[in-house]
């Protein structure tokens, strides 16, 4: 059965990133990978069960003030990801406050390094994604829709060291509301995605990294089976790390300022990208891939550089390739049509 998996995509734009190889501690690392929700709309798929796989990769060197103080000039630091992400969207057609409701339900997988001097390398189960709900709102007959959501990561990930985050499971929860308004007319689909993370505190550490704002966009056309167009994200963290005095001091002795901020920490980034999407639409299937450059991405820690008068900050900046094939595992039989009798 062929369908428009256009809204289907909604949902399936999730994928999670985090990896902080920037910072000897946490913080500085989003949990969801900016563009997650590139080629994504409002839209929503007929009801049914559907599932997706999604895989990407992330070449990049680290940039920032660190640069220079953390790193003493080295500016070919290499940070790379494999990420392979497997997810189950819900549609079971019912509806409240007039909109459409669905629920998801994502696992990724995460492969990483990071080059010298830093050396390290990692791979393990991410954070379980869920979204219990989502609804959906068709604003008339105008072609735009919107969509709202609350997600969250729960800690079921690979858990290790001292602080629970020398692997990429972490030992907090991440709250994710999210709303996306789009036009989905004459083969459009133009859409802001925008959603973002609270964090709670490290149960390990006491630690809680800060707020971090996302904004995907899609400016697409579809021509037959063929979809394409340009996409960007937008990421910026917008509020400070925290953690209780006292606390972080003695967990992190040396490198924790007087209101437990680590000073090697980015308190403030904002990184923009650019980039270009492709789909076919196979039918039974959809298959898409995306790829952005990353050409903005800055770093700061005030704190740190009021107390030390340096600046140790450190983001990633680099280039992204994400696939995701998506498809229907069932669908409600359709009701059987009256027979017709003549006489």
């Given at each position: 059965?062929?369908?428009n998996f256009?809204a289907?995509?909604?949902?399936?734009?999730?994928?999670?990133?985090?990896?902080?190889?920037?910072?000897?501690?946490?913080?500085?690392?989003a949990?969801?990978k900016?563009?997650?929700?590139?080629?994504a709309?409002?839209?929503?798929?007929?009801?049914g069960?559907?599932?997706f796989?999604q895989?990407?990769?992330?070449?990049?060197?680290l940039v920032?003030p660190g640069?220079?103080?953390?790193l003493?000039?080295?500016?070919r630091v290499?940070?790379?990801?494999?990420v392979?992400v497997?997810?189950?969207i819900?549609?079971?057609?019912?509806t409240?406050?007039?909109?459409?409701y669905?629920?998801?339900i994502?696992q990724p997988?995460?492969m990483?390094?990071?080059g010298a001097p830093?050396?390290?390398?990692?791979?393990g189960?991410?954070?379980?994604?869920?979204?219990?709900?989502?609804?959906?709102w068709?604003l008339?007959?105008?072609?735009?829709?919107?969509?709202?959501?609350?997600?969250f990561y729960a800690?079921?990930?690979?858990?290790?060291?001292p602080a629970?985050i020398?692997?990429h499971?972490?030992?907090?929860?991440?709250?994710?509301?999210?709303?996306?308004?789009?036009?989905?007319a004459?083969?459009?689909n133009?859409t802001a995605?925008?959603y973002?993370?609270?964090?709670t505190?490290?149960?390990r550490?006491?630690?809680t990294?800060?707020?971090?704002f996302?904004?995907?966009f899609?400016?697409?056309k579809?021509?037959?089976?063929?979809?394409?167009?340009?996409?960007g994200y937008?990421v910026?963290?917008v509020t400070?790390?925290?953690?209780?005095?006292?606390?972080?001091?003695?967990?992190?002795?040396?490198?924790v300022?007087?209101?437990?901020v680590?000073?090697?920490?980015a308190?403030?980034?904002?990184?923009?990208?650019l980039?270009?999407?492709?789909e076919?639409?196979f039918?039974?299937?959809?298959?898409s891939v995306?790829?952005?450059?990353?050409i903005?991405a800055?770093a700061?820690?005030?704190?740190?550089?009021?107390?030390?008068?340096?600046?140790?900050?450190l983001?990633?900046r680099g280039s992204t390739?994400?696939?995701?094939?998506s498809?229907r595992?069932?669908?409600?039989?359709e009701?059987?049509k009256p027979?017709?009798f003549?006489?």
């Open positions: 059965m062929r369908f256009k289907l995509l909604a949902a399936a734009g999730v994928a999670a990133f985090a990896f902080s190889p920037a910072n000897a501690y946490e913080g500085g690392a949990q969801t900016s563009g997650s929700f590139i080629g709309s409002a839209g929503m798929p007929p009801p069960i559907y599932m796989n895989v990407f990769t992330y070449q990049s060197n920032g640069v220079n103080t953390a003493g000039g080295n500016t290499g940070v790379q990801a494999a392979d497997q997810g189950f819900f549609v079971p057609g019912w409240f406050l007039g909109a459409t669905d629920a998801l994502v997988f995460v990483s390094s990071v830093v050396n390290a390398q990692s791979s189960a991410f954070n379980t994604y869920f979204v219990p709900v989502e609804l959906t068709k008339g007959t105008s072609g735009f829709v919107a969509k709202a959501g609350l997600a800690p079921t990930g690979t858990i290790q060291g629970g020398s692997n499971g972490v030992p907090f929860f991440t709250f994710q509301p999210e709303f996306a308004i789009s036009y989905l004459n083969g459009w133009l995605f925008l973002e993370e609270f964090n505190a490290n149960t550490d006491r630690y990294n800060g707020d971090i996302h904004l995907d899609t400016a697409t579809t021509i037959g089976k063929w979809t394409f167009g340009p996409v937008y910026a963290q400070d790390d925290k953690c209780p005095v006292g606390v972080c001091t003695a967990t992190h002795p040396g490198v300022t007087p209101t437990g680590i000073i090697g920490n308190q403030r980034f904002q990184v923009f990208a980039g270009g999407l492709v076919y639409n039918g039974a299937a959809s298959f995306w790829a952005t450059q990353e903005m800055k700061s820690n005030a704190a740190a550089l009021a107390l030390t008068r340096e600046d140790f900050s983001i990633t390739v994400f696939a995701t094939l498809y595992l069932w669908a409600p039989e009701p059987p027979a017709m003549r006489k």
